[in-house]
């Protein structure tokens, strides 16, 4: 059943389809700005008119929606840009439905794109408080529901941000906006790249506080089940092939959709690699994709959606 293509695909088990994926993209003020990415080839930090234009040929190609990541003209010790109402994620969401009708829309909810000192929260005697936290959280998240995104996806890791996220969303009329929780984010050193492309690296300490040990499977069911318990309709482990194994235990566990995110430094390492003629590109694309979603993933955000769509 392995001699020919055509019956490998006759008996094949796990499946992709550009509907599968999620395409990151990072926006920020002006006007034509589309600035490559130095650790991330391929990708940008763009304007909106840009990124409407990005959005248009993510929905040209069948691919499943976008998540919006926002860099702010100015950052501040609040996080104000997160929960401003005319704020450049806000701005736009508003732009892409009303220029790409149709296309899913997910925002990233966090503070560590806003804040001046690049940490996921307010910072009380020296270090993030968790509680304090969680108001500019809950306002950013309504503020994205009212320009009309599709799913609000909280990546803080705060313990008790999904119920007031799913409070405030309630009381003011969006008790259908869906909760995509980072229920299972570790503290990993895949994240590098990202932190170019947000301009969100912190500027004391580090994120492990909040983040979860990489050495921890069992904890990870339990922030699962604490963020489905307060009211997240989907759930999402980050990083996704050096976390495989969690991802498979949520599958087993959890019967709601499961979401995996392709970091920024699992997309750049497999570019490195093929960049030098180590690794055939387009099969490792394929190769990478098809064990997250072997693993238990229904949903995989990747750097790679575009590329993987053609592909496919």
Not at 38 to 63: F, H, T, W
Not at 204 to 212: A, N
Not at 243 to 264: G, N, T
Not at 290 to 295: C, D, E, G, P, V
Request: aromatic share 8%; hydrophobic share 40%; net charge negative.
């Amino acid at each position: 059943m392995r001699a020919s293509e055509p019956l490998r695909e006759l008996v094949r088990e796990t499946r992709l389809e550009p509907s599968n994926f999620i395409l990151p993209l990072f926006v920020c003020p002006g006007e034509n700005v589309k600035r490559e990415i130095g650790a991330m080839p391929g990708n940008y930090q763009m304007s909106i008119d840009q990124l409407v234009i990005e959005c248009r040929e993510a929905k040209s190609l069948a691919i499943g929606g976008v998540i919006l990541f926002g860099i702010p003209a100015r950052k501040d010790e609040q996080a104000s840009g997160g929960y401003d109402p005319e704020g450049i994620v806000q701005r736009a969401v508003r732009a892409i439905k009303a220029e790409v009708p149709g296309l899913v829309v997910i925002t990233d909810v966090c503070n560590c794109e806003y804040t001046s000192h690049g940490h996921c929260g307010k910072i009380v005697n020296g270090d993030v408080d968790n509680d304090a936290s969680l108001e500019w959280l809950a306002a950013s998240a309504l503020t994205h529901a009212q320009a009309g995104a599709d799913i609000v996806a909280p990546s803080d890791m705060m313990d008790g941000r999904v119920a007031a996220i799913r409070q405030r969303l309630d009381e003011n009329g969006f008790s259908n906006t869906p909760i995509l929780s980072y229920a299972a984010k570790y503290a990993s050193g895949f994240y590098g790249p990202f932190r170019e492309a947000a301009e969100s690296t912190p500027q004391f300490g580090d994120r492990r506080s909040y983040q979860m040990d990489p050495a921890n499977a069992r904890e990870a069911m339990r922030e699962i089940e604490l963020d489905l318990h307060e009211g997240a309709d989907m759930i999402m482990v980050k990083p996704a092939m050096p976390y495989l194994d969690i991802i498979r235990m949520a599958r087993d566990r959890f019967e709601v959709p499961l979401a995996a995110y392709q970091v920024s430094g699992e997309f750049s390492m497999i570019v490195a690699a093929a960049s030098n003629g180590w690794v055939d590109r387009e099969r490792i694309v394929i190769e990478s994709l098809t064990s997250i979603k072997r693993a238990g993933a229904n949903t995989i955000l990747t750097y790679f959606a575009k590329e993987a769509a053609r592909l496919l």
